[in-house]
């Protein structure tokens, strides 16, 4: 079910709004998301508000440096991360995890080879 979801950072520098269905969240197994333990939804760029804390993040590429890896620089939190999707749509990957009152243990998670790409 389609829902707006509050999300963002440990220190509460960070703030969004996503709206997505949470029915199914992807684990991916790269080499960063593997360290992070990174829950993920991918949500279309117009889904996605930016509340607060354009300004208070730093921005980590690597590999194809397709995906802006924008974590609080004050906290660390990766709460979000900006790319493109695989038609070149703007897209926000939204940490699950740092999305506010969710049930992480009622998710289904799909398991995604992240580190063969
Ligand atoms: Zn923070």
């Known amino acids: 079910m389609r829902q ?3 999300g963002g950072c440990q220190c509460g520098k960070v703030r969004y709004e996503a709206t997505t269905d949470l029915g199914e969240v992807i684990s991916c197994n790269c080499s960063r998301c593997a360290k ?3 829950l993920l939804a991918f949500v279309p760029a117009q889904d996605f508000k930016l509340i607060s804390g354009k300004d208070a993040t730093t921005d980590f590429q690597f590999n194809k440096h397709a995906i802006h890896h924008l974590f609080c620089a004050t906290c ?3 709460s979000f991360a900006r790319g493109k999707g695989p038609g070149g749509a703007e897209m926000a990957a939204v940490n699950v995890r740092c999305l506010d009152g969710v049930d ?3 998710l289904d998670v799909k398991r995604v080879d992240g580190r063969s790409r």
């Open 104 to 106: 992480l243990d009622s």
């Open 4 to 6: 707006t979801y509050a």
């Open 76 to 78: 660390g939190i990766e």
């Open 36 to 38: 992070l333990g990174w």
